[in-house]
């Protein structure tokens, strides 16, 4: 399906390849390649971070152009069906939030307390998870997410609990 993914891909070629992948996933599938669809990968594309379906969809809405809701929710969906978007819930009940998936391989800091979300490489922990013994199976991508209290947070904390030990 995905074709194999390169490191050294700039974002121009990126978009190229995910543009490829997504008219063969709707070809294959016998579903219309319409300019909505592309014009929602183009923009995900384009975003960094973390994003909601709704305010994708205000985004979209803020610059005047013609998608419905319905449009977006189900053109997200044939993005995580084909693997050119992620799906995280990052502990938030019922909070989902998306981000591009191709070429996209990284981890996840969140802070339990502020609710904060941080992303960081490290080319340790991608080695290791490619060297694990995973009985025969491929790795095409994969999520790790460290869940603590955040630097900020921490600092908070200390100063609560010097005010709680002065009174």
Not at 120 to 131: E, Q, T
Request: hydrophobic residues 30%.
């Amino acid at each position: 399906m995905l074709q194999k993914k390169n490191e050294y891909l700039s974002g121009e070629n990126i978009l190229f390849a995910v543009e490829e992948n997504f008219t063969h996933y709707l070809q294959q599938q016998g579903l219309r390649k319409t300019p909505e669809r592309y014009a929602l990968l183009e923009y995900i594309y384009s975003k960094q971070g973390h994003w909601d379906i709704e305010s994708l969809y205000y985004e979209f809405v803020k610059e005047n152009l013609q998608v419905s809701r319905a449009t977006v929710y189900n053109t997200v969906e044939l993005l995580l069906d084909c693997n050119l978007v992620i799906k995280h819930q990052f502990g938030n009940a019922g909070s989902c939030l998306y981000e591009k998936a191709y070429n996209n391989t990284h981890h996840h800091i969140i802070c339990s307390r502020c609710k904060s979300i941080r992303e960081f490489n490290n080319k340790v922990v991608k080695s290791i998870i490619h060297l694990l013994p995973l009985r025969g199976l491929r790795v095409s991508h994969y999520s790790l997410y460290i869940y603590g209290i955040c630097a900020k947070c921490n600092k908070e904390l200390s100063k609560e609990k010097q005010l709680k030990n002065k009174n």
